[in-house]
Structure formats: C-alpha cells, structure tokens
C-alpha cells in the first residue's frame, strides 16, 4: 500500500474512532439516569477507540518519528489494556473502575501534550490544540483521581468531558490530514 494511501486510511480511522469517543461521552453526558456501571463501561468503549485511533498511528504512521511511535503505541496499548480490565471485570468496586479510567485519561492527556508540545511539523493551531486538550484531559483525570467525595455520578462526568475532548481532537486531526517529519521528537 503506497504511503498516501495508507495516509488516507490513517485519517479515516481517526475520524471514525474520534467519532464513535464522542457519541460515546455524549450518551453518557446526556442520559444521567442510567445505571453507573453502565456508563463507565459507556466510557470504557469510548476509550477502547481512543487507544485504537493512537496504536493505528503508532504502528502504520511512518512519517513519524520512532519516538512518536512510541509515545502512541504506548498509550494505545495502556489504554487498550485498562478498557479490557475495566470490561471483563465490571462486578469490581465501582470506583476501582472509576479509577483505572482515570488513569488511561491520565496516560492519553499526558501523550497528547507531548505530541502537541514537541511536534514541530505540526501547525501552530494544531499544537495548541493537543497541548489544550492534554492538559484538560491530564487536569480531568487528576480531579477524578482525588475526588472521591463529590459522588460517582458526578467523576463519571468529568471523565466523560475528558474522553469528549480527546475524541474531537482526534476528529480534528483525521480531517486536517497532517503530515509531520521523521525529525519530530528526535531532538
């Protein structure tokens, strides 16, 4: 497959799953009155395309940098592996749930901002951009992690506006198609 094509595919698969992160986090924001395990594991398949969209960039993308690489498949792979924890195990203590979510929200905002703070190929709007989003996602995450008290109902929103955020700057990023340079990140 030519490098344009496999481009094309790229940005189709991150508009697709950025999509699917934010009907996600919409569903879970607009009907309050489902049951709390149902929207965290609402949550846990928004994330579960979050870490999809970041390990198809990281493993196909080769304009990047083998530390972009990384720094997606990483995240991708973290993610991935605390959607399936939080999926197989739904009878655990709901904020034990509540708090592996938070902690892959934690890991995506922080690869976020590092791709949005290093990448400097990217537009200075798209940089922004993730570095915005990576630091509300890595701010969500750390209030969810300490709020214990403020009600389950309540932390499950917060993630929600985080996964929301994280699946419109994947929107975002498919449409515009950018391109970056193997010298990304390899200061």
Known sequence: MSETKVQGWLRGLRIVFGLICVLLSAVVLAYPSLDILTLILI?????LFVGLARIMVGAF???LSARLREINLGAGLIEIVITITAMLYPQDITQTLIQLLSVALLVHGTSSFLIGRFTRTLQSPLRSLLEVVGLLSFTLSVVALVSIPIGFLS???ILSIGYLSNGIAEI???????ELSPNDLSE
């Open 43 to 47: 949550l846990a398949g928004a994330l």
């Open 61 to 63: 993308a080769e304009n």
């Open 155 to 157: 932390l499950v929103y």
């Open 172 to 178: 975002i990023l498919g449409i515009t198609g950018i």
